[in-house]
């Protein structure tokens, strides 16, 4: 698809060169997926919610014996 972007010129140059690939659409489809990639994995950390790792040692016992 092709579509017309205004960018910072300096940044997108670092970044290509940050990133080591060879064009601009390279470096824009990396970045996008990089920002995909990441906001999906803070959604399933949200999802997943919360651990509480403050287990006395009774419960700590009862879960090694669960294994």
């Known amino acids: 698809m092709k579509t017309t972007l205004y960018v910072d010129r300096n ?10 690939l060879k064009s601009f659409t390279e470096t824009i489809h990396a970045a996008l997926s990089e920002f995909v990639r990441r906001k999906r994995l ?12 403050a287990l006395d040692d009774r419960a700590l ?6 294994d």
Do not use: P, V
Request: aromatic fraction near 0%; glycine fraction near 8%.
């Open 11 to 20: 940044l997108l140059e670092e970044a290509t060169k940050l990133a080591g």
């Open 42 to 53: 803070e959604q399933l950390a949200a999802s997943l919610g919360t651990i509480d790792l």
């Open 61 to 66: 016992e009862e879960l090694r014996r669960d």
